[in-house]
């Protein structure tokens, strides 16, 4: 595979510490595309070893808007199915650019470890001094040892150490969608984080049409129905929460968007300052980016305020908990003081609601945002869902967008795939890997 890809599939053996590398074969692209198409595959292939798979979307880390996607693959503890958790923020672009497309991870060491990978090297390293410790502080070690803010890491937090069925892998301090229990996976393999870091480059055929291209879709964005707009509080209003505004205003500081992606998905709220505060901040951990809306969305409908609800996902985040799942208990119990939820979040337990059947995380909101993608409602949107969820998995599309914009249509992601990967995917493959990855 000569573009838009490292052509590595990397091969972690965790018990025997064995690594090794195979080549991304041509054919594979050619009937699977990539991303959930082809850790589907691998999955099947290394499916006697209990493995966690990596992979990147083929247009990930790309100029493509939006292409901040990579995905998690494992046997999901809570289901019993193979399932995909996405990752975002930095972190998906940046396993592209250590070198490695996709990353197999079977085998359980005899002791914690984290995997470090970078520029096209994977190191098992000790992870002795990490583990017992909270996402957070994880997250600190790592950087500070190696030396560089910009690792990004999968992490799991105490959860995932006591096999929790509700462990969430996060990636680096915050919630990234994992519903499935994957930080339990993590957890019993001993496997504590995955360090990401890569200064890889990537090469595009036909670069100078893939680019130009890419920057005329952006500008098309820019002007589409997403125009003045920005983070979880215009989504709350667009998903019928119309005093969401007035809901987040005490706590609200800013907005952040993942890799080249249009629309800031996250908004960062302030719990310990003022959140109007243009200067740095006093404290060290003034308070918490929200990137999981079904999960502030259930807490608000469960009557929190912003700041309260603020806290419980902040305590979720740093012990590596499902805050969806968090919150369906609490709200079982009544119970609402942040300060109680977190001291009882070490022995909370489930059951937790998935839904049945599903193969893709609920952490895209289950309708269009903004963009009119032509739906008459019903259950032809939850088959429209998947369907869009599927394509964000397979190309490397950050999943809420492309619940956002109707411009990123299914021909021109494969357009752009075609141009960028001098490949010549058709319709009807992509059909079939759908079929194939929903089935």
């Not at 595959?41 to 939006?66: N, Q, V």
């Not at 470890?113 to 957070?136: N, P, R, Y």
């Not at 504590?192 to 090469?203: F, I, N, T």
């Not at 411009?407 to 075609?418: D, G, K, Q, R």
């Amino acid at each position: 595979m000569d573009y838009l890809s490292s052509n590595k599939i990397l091969v972690v053996d965790l018990k025997t510490g064995q690594i090794t590398e195979d080549g991304l074969d041509d054919d594979l692209v050619s009937s699977r595309i990539g991303g959930v198409g082809i850790t589907s595959s691998l999955y099947e292939t290394y499916k006697d070893r209990d493995p966690i798979i990596l992979g990147t979307g083929l247009l990930t880390g790309t100029l493509f808007p939006a292409t901040a996607l990579s995905i998690i693959s494992a046997k999901s503890p809570r289901s019993g199915r193979l399932t995909h958790s996405p990752f975002t923020l930095k972190a998906g672009m940046e396993l592209k650019y250590t070198g490695f497309d996709y990353v197999v991870i079977v085998g359980k060491s005899e002791k914690p470890v984290f995997l470090w990978l970078h520029d096209g090297i994977a190191d098992i390293q000790d992870a002795s001094e990490l583990w017992g410790k909270d996402t957070w502080n994880t997250t600190d070690v790592i950087r500070k040892n190696m030396g560089d803010d910009l690792i990004q890491t999968l992490v799991i937090g105490p959860a995932g150490e006591e096999g929790s069925d509700l462990a969430q892998i996060c990636v680096n301090y915050w919630a990234n969608g994992d519903c499935w229990g994957f930080g339990k996976v993590f957890g019993e393999k001993n496997l504590k984080a995955v360090a990401l870091r890569g200064m890889g480059l990537l090469e595009i055929s036909n670069a100078e049409d893939f680019v130009d291209q890419c920057f005329e879709i952006f500008e098309t964005i820019k002007g589409s129905k997403i125009q003045g707009k920005a983070g979880v509080e215009d989504i709350l209003i667009a998903m019928g929460e119309s005093d969401a505004r007035d809901w987040l205003a005490p706590v609200i500081h800013r907005h952040s968007a993942c890799y080249n992606t249009p629309y800031p998905t996250n908004t960062f709220i302030y719990l310990n300052e003022d959140p109007k505060t243009l200067t740095e901040p006093e404290e060290p951990e003034p308070g918490f980016m929200i990137t999981d809306i079904v999960a502030l969305l259930a807490l608000k409908k469960l009557g929190f305020s912003a700041m309260d609800a603020g806290q419980v996902l902040r305590a979720c985040a740093r012990r590596g908990l499902d805050p969806v799942a968090v919150a369906e208990i609490v709200g079982k119990s009544n119970q609402k003081d942040p300060k109680t939820i977190e001291q009882s979040l070490a022995r909370l337990q489930g059951p937790a609601t998935l839904p049945e059947g599903a193969r893709f995380s609920s952490w895209a909101p289950p309708q269009p945002i903004f963009g009119d993608f032509g739906l008459s409602g019903g259950s032809s949107e939850r088959d429209w869902w998947v369907r869009r969820q599927a394509l964000a998995y397979i190309f490397g599309i950050h999943p809420v967008f492309a619940n956002m914009s109707p411009e990123l249509s299914e021909e021109l992601i494969l357009e752009m795939a075609n141009t960028g990967a001098g490949l010549d995917l058709s319709q009807e493959t992509l059909d079939q890997v759908i079929s194939d990855v929903c089935g």
